[in-house]
C-alpha cells in the first residue's frame, strides 16, 4: 500500500511542477519569481536543472520499491510515510511560492527539509546501513542525499528571499556581507554532514551550486563570486578525502 501512496504523491509532485511552469501558478513562472529577489546566492539558472536528475531518482526510487528485492530492502522501509509528506510540502511551498505568500514558502521549505532529514536519517541508521546491497546505495541513499542536499540549499535561499521581500536592512551590514555569511554557514553544513555521515554525494550538490553562484556574480559582485568559488573548491577536496576513507575502511571489513 505505501508503495502505490508514494508512486501516487511523486506523480502530484512532477504534475504540480509541470503546472507551475507551463500555466503558469499566480501567472508567474518559478524562474520569474525568483528574478523578483535579486539574494546574492541565488545560483544561476542553469543549475535548477539538478531537479530534472532529482526526480529522475526518485521515480527509480519509486519503481525499484515495486520489485523483488525493493520490496525487501530495510532502506526502503525505512523510508516510511516521510517521502508521503516530502511529496505534499513539496507542492504545498509550490503553491506558496507561485501565489506569493513568501513567509509561508520559508515554514513549508522547513517542513520539507525536516521531512527529507528524517529520510536520511532513517536510511542511514546504523541497522539499515548494516544489511545495505548496492541497490539500496544507488537507488534509496543517492536519491535522498541528492535531495536533501538541494533543499538544504534551497532553504538559505528561500530565507534570503523572505528577508529581501521584507526589505531587511541586515543590521547594517552589506548585501555581500551577508552572502557570505550565508555562504560560511551552507559550506559548514555541507562539510559537517559530509564527514560525519561520510557522504560525498551530499558535498558535491553544495559544490553545484557554489559554481553556479559563481558564474552569476562573477561580474557584479566579485566577493561572493571569490568566496563561493574557493568554498567550492574546498568543499570538492572533502569529498575526494571522504571518498577514499570511506573505499579504504570498506576494503579493511
Not at 500500500?1 to 504523491?9: G, K, T
Not at 529577489?37 to 526526480?55: D, E, H, N, Q, S
Not at 551590514?173 to 555521515?197: K, P, Y
Not at 566579485?222 to 571518498?243: E, P, R, Y
Amino acid at each position: 500500500m505505501m508503495r502505490v501512496l508514494n508512486a501516487a504523491a511523486l506523480v502530484l509532485v512532477i504534475v504540480m511542477n509541470v503546472l507551475a511552469d507551463r500555466l503558469p501558478l499566480g501567472g508567474k513562472t518559478t524562474g520569474e519569481l525568483s528574478a523578483q529577489y535579486p539574494v546574492l546566492i541565488t545560483p544561476a539558472g542553469y543549475a535548477f536543472g539538478i531537479w530534472l536528475v532529482i526526480y529522475a531518482l526518485l521515480i527509480a526510487f519509486v519503481v525499484y520499491s515495486f520489485t523483488k528485492r525493493g520490496r525487501k530492502s530495510k532502506a526502503v522501509q525505512a523510508v516510511g510515510i516521510y517521502f508521503i509528506l516530502s511529496c505534499l510540502f513539496n507542492v504545498a511551498w509550490l503553491l506558496a511560492w507561485h501565489y506569493e505568500y513568501v513567509n509561508s514558502s520559508v515554514f513549508i521549505m522547513l517542513a520539507l527539509l525536516l521531512s527529507l532529514i528524517a529520510i536520511y536519517l532513517r536510511i542511514n541508521s546504523s541497522g539499515v546501513r548494516t544489511a545495505a546491497i548496492s541497490s539500496d546505495r544507488w537507488l534509496v541513499r543517492l536519491p535522498f542525499s541528492l535531495y536533501l542536499g538541494w533543499i538544504s540549499v534551497a532553504t538559505i535561499v528561500n530565507i534570503a528571499c523572505a528577508l529581501y521581500a521584507a526589505e531587511w536592512q541586515g543590521f547594517g551590514l552589506s548585501e555581500e556581507t551577508w552572502a557570505i555569511i550565508m555562504l560560511s554557514v551552507a559550506f559548514v553544513l555541507a562539510i559537517w554532514v559530509g564527514a560525519t555521515r561520510r557522504d560525498p554525494v551530499f558535498m558535491l550538490v553544495f559544490v553545484w551550486a557554489f559554481v553556479a553562484i559563481f558564474v552569476k556574480q562573477q561580474q557584479a559582485h566579485t566577493a561572493v563570486a571569490i568566496t563561493a568559488i574557493v568554498l567550492a573548491g574546498i568543499i570538492a577536496a572533502c569529498s575526494v578525502v571522504v571518498t577514499l576513507r570511506h573505499r579504504k575502511t570498506m576494503q579493511h571489513k
